[in-house]
């Protein structure tokens, strides 16, 4: 595997942890309500968005010095 999936293989896997993260917020809230394990899952959520985005800046960053050599 060279480094260009492995990024992509991780920027992705931020993004399905978002989406698992939501859901067991979701899931956590209707079944026992709101309570701040709840708000600290969806807080999860958001940071793994977030760390999505950094990641995928820093592939387009990285690639685009790479095309530039």
Known sequence: MNK???FVIIEYAWI???AFCLGMGIYYQV???ADKAAYMIY???VI???MFGVRRMQRKNNEKR???K
């Open 4 to 6: 260009k999936n492995f």
């Open 16 to 18: 399905v942890m978002a």
């Open 31 to 33: 079944k026992v309500g």
């Open 43 to 45: 807080a999860l959520s």
């Open 48 to 50: 793994s968005l977030g």
């Open 66 to 68: 790479r095309s530039r």
